[in-house]
């Protein structure tokens, strides 16, 4: 991934340029200023400010906009500034004109499906992102409750409720609470958080320096603490939580030294350590654990054997450098997602071109999820766009999630019933809440 400096390529590439506060300046008198130092104080005043303006699936069928933008008392309409970003929007390429050239090889799909319709959207709940090209910050543990990064807090929400609370702030001393051999027991301070992963109970955050902060949801304090690297290039790209063939609960940490680790969280210690040519930005455990898809700064993709690390197989066919990857659930397809603007379906036993090429419209693919059943996968560009596809029309069959801002991160509930999408915006930033359909009408007959 490309070398973080807060600067330059902050600047052109996040949503501060793109803000929806460029519609009407009047709009941000009560938001501006709310950044990543924010006091909890001023956290607390921004979410009780918001919560009157969160928008329910009443509300949206009734034609409330379901950001809460006052489209009738702007200059712009919704179609023009839609149009507006679609031309002006600038998505990042390592690769020149990478977009342009994948687009000719993508397959056409059947848009105007509603797979998951629209539950509520809660301005109240404020997702950011540190860093423009990693954008898996938004995890769903059951179909009520999510965790998500707020500057430097990680925390709960639960849409039952509508509460949230803090479950880790990494704004100051952070230090295990528990001795571990491998453990770095001094802790780190003001880590900033550039992906985090949340399941089976465990909460993996890592860091710009490297940092690995473990901590159990269901134990006080912080469990384990470890920095991959001490090198500059050393920031912490992806963390996959998943349990071994023994049941054995481990994580998989992908970092920008070209190093894939896995972490045994039952013993707390480092057990592999796979290195590659090219800064990993991904990579994802199949379902029986065998086999790794590892993607990064490099447009081809490596399929890999846990046992020894070693490529079974090349993937070819992206353009530019990807920074996603997910696997189905029957553990012979996976995904692929590039800032070529497309996802790459692929077939383990065929693995010499991709199956379908999925086309984004304004942007680089960041983050792939597919439901716990498989029959969809959704797939989220950097800014305004979910795609969701149904698996067994063999993709051609598609949901087009249209909105506005910068999206931190997508997940599916473990149930499959829910979709929450995070999105980073100064004015409207919030929490998307969708809910799968279901097709109730066989009841009819039973009245």
Same mark, same amino acid.
């Given at each position: 991934?490309?070398?973080?400096?807060?600067?330059?390529?902050?600047? %052109?590439?996040?949503?501060?340029?793109?803000?929806?506060?460029?519609?009407?300046?009047?709009?941000?008198?009560?938001?501006?200023?709310?950044?990543?130092?924010?006091?909890?104080?001023?956290? %607390?005043?921004?979410?009780?400010?918001?919560?009157?303006?969160?928008?329910?699936?009443?509300?949206?069928?009734?034609?409330?906009?379901?950001?809460?933008?006052?489209?009738?008392? /702007?200059?712009?309409?919704?179609?023009?500034?839609?149009?507006?970003?679609?031309?002006?929007?600038?998505?990042?390429?390592?690769?020149?004109?990478?977009?342009?050239?994948?687009?000719?090889?993508?397959?056409?799909?059947?848009?105007?499906?509603?797979?998951?319709?629209?539950?509520?959207?809660?301005?109240?709940?404020?997702?950011?992102?540190?860093?423009?090209?990693?954008?898996?910050?938004?995890?769903?543990?059951?179909?009520?409750?999510?965790?998500?990064?707020?500057?430097?807090?990680?925390? =709960?929400?639960?849409?039952?409720?509508?509460?949230?609370?803090?479950?880790?702030?990494?704004?100051?001393?952070?230090?295990?609470?528990?001795? =571990?051999?491998?453990?770095?027991? %001094?802790?780190?301070?003001?880590?900033?958080?550039?992906?985090?992963?949340?399941?089976?109970?465990? @909460?993996?955050?890592?860091?710009?320096?490297?940092?690995?902060?473990?901590?159990?949801?269901?134990?006080?304090?912080?469990?384990?603490?470890?920095?991959?690297?001490?090198?500059?290039?050393?920031?912490?790209?992806?963390?996959?939580?998943?349990?071994?063939?023994?049941?054995?609960? =481990?994580?998989?940490?992908?970092?920008?030294?070209?190093?894939?680790?896995?972490?045994?969280? %039952?013993?707390?210690?480092?057990?592999? @350590?796979?290195?590659?040519?090219?800064?990993?930005?991904?990579?994802?455990?199949?379902?029986?654990?065998?086999?790794?898809?590892?993607?990064?700064?490099?447009?081809?993709? /490596? @399929?890999?054997?846990?046992?020894?690390?070693?490529?079974?197989?090349?993937?070819?066919? =992206?353009?530019?450098?990807?920074?996603?990857?997910?696997?189905?659930?029957?553990?012979?397809?996976?995904?692929?997602?590039?800032?070529?603007?497309?996802?790459?379906?692929?077939?383990?036993?065929?693995?010499?071109?991709?199956?379908?090429?999925?086309?984004?419209?304004?942007?680089?693919?960041?983050?792939?999820?597919?439901?716990?059943?498989?029959?969809?996968?959704?797939?989220?560009?950097?800014?305004?766009?979910?795609?969701?596809?149904?698996?067994?029309?063999?993709?051609?069959?598609?949901?087009?999630?249209?909105?506005?801002?910068?999206?931190?991160?997508?997940?599916?509930?473990?149930?499959?019933?829910?979709?929450?999408?995070?999105?980073?915006?100064?004015?409207?930033?919030?929490?998307?809440?969708?809910?799968?359909?279901?097709?109730?009408?066989?009841?009819?007959?039973?009245?």
């Amino acid at each position: 991934m490309s070398d973080y400096n807060g600067d330059d390529l902050e600047d %052109e590439y996040m949503a501060d340029e793109y803000d929806m506060d460029d519609l009407e300046d009047d709009m941000n008198a009560a938001f501006d200023g709310r950044d990543i130092d924010a006091s909890d104080s001023e956290v %607390e005043d921004f979410d009780q400010l918001n919560k009157a303006a969160d928008t329910s699936a009443a509300q949206a069928r009734n034609g409330k906009d379901i950001q809460g933008i006052p489209w009738d008392s /702007l200059t712009l309409t919704r179609k023009d500034y839609r149009k507006t970003r679609l031309e002006q929007y600038k998505n990042y390429e390592n690769i020149p004109n990478s977009g342009d050239e994948s687009a000719k090889k993508c397959m056409n799909t059947e848009k105007g499906s509603s797979f998951y319709e629209f539950r509520r959207n809660s301005r109240s709940v404020r997702s950011t992102i540190l860093h423009f090209q990693l954008r898996n910050l938004v995890w769903a543990t059951s179909k009520h409750d999510v965790y998500l990064l707020s500057n430097y807090s990680i925390s =709960h929400w639960s849409s039952l409720t509508g509460c949230r609370s803090e479950i880790l702030n990494v704004k100051g001393h952070v230090a295990p609470s528990e001795k =571990h051999p491998e453990s770095l027991l %001094e802790g780190f301070t003001e880590t900033q958080v550039s992906t985090l992963a949340v399941k089976e109970r465990l @909460l993996v955050a890592g860091g710009f320096q490297g940092e690995l902060i473990c901590k159990h949801l269901d134990r006080p304090g912080v469990s384990f603490c470890s920095r991959t690297t001490y090198t500059e290039n050393a920031i912490t790209n992806a963390v996959d939580i998943y349990r071994n063939s023994n049941g054995a609960l =481990h994580f998989m940490a992908s970092n920008n030294d070209c190093g894939v680790r896995d972490f045994d969280m %039952e013993r707390y210690k480092l057990v592999q @350590l796979f290195r590659y040519l090219w800064p990993v930005n991904h990579s994802s455990l199949s379902p029986d654990g065998k086999l790794v898809a590892v993607v990064g700064d490099d447009p081809d993709g /490596l @399929l890999v054997d846990t046992s020894n690390g070693q490529t079974i197989g090349t993937l070819k066919g =992206h353009l530019d450098y990807s920074f996603a990857s997910a696997w189905h659930p029957n553990g012979v397809t996976f995904a692929t997602g590039s800032q070529d603007k497309t996802c790459r379906i692929w077939d383990t036993r065929k693995l010499s071109e991709s199956v379908a090429v999925l086309k984004g419209n304004l942007g680089a693919v960041r983050s792939i999820r597919f439901t716990s059943d498989g029959r969809y996968v959704a797939m989220a560009e950097p800014a305004d766009f979910v795609h969701i596809y149904d698996t067994k029309s063999g993709y051609k069959k598609e949901q087009e999630i249209d909105f506005f801002g910068e999206i931190s991160g997508i997940s599916f509930s473990p149930d499959t019933e829910s979709l929450f999408i995070g999105v980073w915006d100064r004015t409207y930033g919030s929490l998307l809440e969708y809910g799968r359909t279901r097709d109730y009408t066989y009841l009819d007959s039973l009245l």
